[in-house]
């Protein structure tokens, strides 16, 4: 059976200009979407460091129905995971069920106690940057 010189070009796959042009498509695609995704990136990370402080604040609660007050600054949130040396007789924990998370930039929570304006304690991350204030992945996440 003899094959036909068309039908054999028929079958020789695509050109250069051909994948040049779906190459070009799928660029002008990804131009267009990449940005959108990307974006989307700081505000599931601030998403999640709100979630992890909500949880830290339940523990912080527990650790003081048990104790009586809430861990000092000093002894921090590692009180909940391990028994602070001293005032947290009645400390029933540990009240995380892991160690204390990393913020999701990598970063230790910061926790002090009083808090400022009447509060009794504060909990935050720096956000994205590392640095007090900031907008956008920079602003600070406070847990009220």
Known sequence: ?????????????????ELLVVLLIIALLAGYVGPK?????????AKTAMSQMKSLADALDNYRLNVGQYPTTEQGLNALVKAPAEG????????????????????PYIY??????????????LGADGKPGGDGEDKDIIYN
């Open 1 to 17: 059976m003899k094959v036909s010189p068309l039908l054999r070009r028929a079958q020789a796959g695509f050109t250069l200009l």
């Open 112 to 125: 002090h106690r009083p808090g400022e304006n009447g509060k009794d304690y504060d909990l935050l991350t």
């Open 88 to 107: 947290a007789s009645k400390w029933a924990g540990p009240y995380l069920a892991k160690d204390v998370p990393a913020d999701p930039w990598d970063r």
């Open 37 to 45: 995704l990307f974006s989307q990136v700081g505000a599931a990370k």
